[in-house]
């Protein structure tokens, strides 16, 4: 029982991958599979004690992959404006960075659940609906600077924290 929550990943790592591959008609319906595996697999191992760090890696994988199929699907899909590719980019090139750092200090993957990152995850998973109320570059803007913020937050903690906690809440928290 206790691999249950990682069966749910696995099954969001599936449907992330899938969103890159089937028709348009089907991002909806596995977008929002994805989201609300990401908060019941999570849920299900604190609230049960199955919690484990081979659950909390395939968990921050699991976030990371979602994140760039998304990505990459809205880029391949919509035309966005210069300036949100350009902070997409620079926020995956500062979580690239802090991954690096994190490597070479803690000798594995460094994904941290802080706030800051749950309330950007949050925001990338209610987009596709935002969006049908709010133009996209107010809201890009908004997403950009939580993104742009909590990728600066996770480098600064995986920088200078001397014992690595994945589930920190803030830099202010960090060890």
């Known amino acids: 029982m206790k691999f249950i929550p990682n ?13 890159l591959f089937v028709p348009n008609k089907w991002f909806f319906p596995l977008y929002f599979f994805a989201g609300l595996t990401d908060m019941l697999d999570g849920w299900l ?19 990371l992959l979602f994140f760039l199929v998304v990505i990459a699907k809205v880029v391949l899909t919509i035309t966005l404006p210069a300036f949100l590719l350009w902070g997409a980019l620079t926020v995956a090139l500062i979580r690239c960075i802090s991954y690096v750092i994190g490597y070479f200090r803690f000798h594995q993957f460094t994904s941290l659940h802080t706030y800051l990152n749950k309330l950007t995850g949050l925001l990338l998973f209610l987009s596709p609906i935002v969006l049908l109320i709010v133009a996209i570059k107010p809201f890009g803007v908004i ?33």
Not at 7 to 19: E, F, G, V
Not at 45 to 62: H, V
Not at 143 to 172: G, H, M, R, W
């Open 143 to 175: 997403l950009l600077t939580c993104a742009l913020l909590s990728s600066v937050e996770e480098l600064i903690i995986v920088s200078t924290t001397q014992t690595l906690d994945k589930n920190v809440a803030t830099f202010f928290q960090k060890k």
């Open 45 to 63: 191992a604190r609230k049960m004690n199955w919690t484990s760090p081979f659950g909390t890696f395939l968990d921050s994988l699991a976030d």
């Open 7 to 19: 069966i749910i990943t696995c099954l969001r790592i599936l449907a992330s991958l899938l969103i």
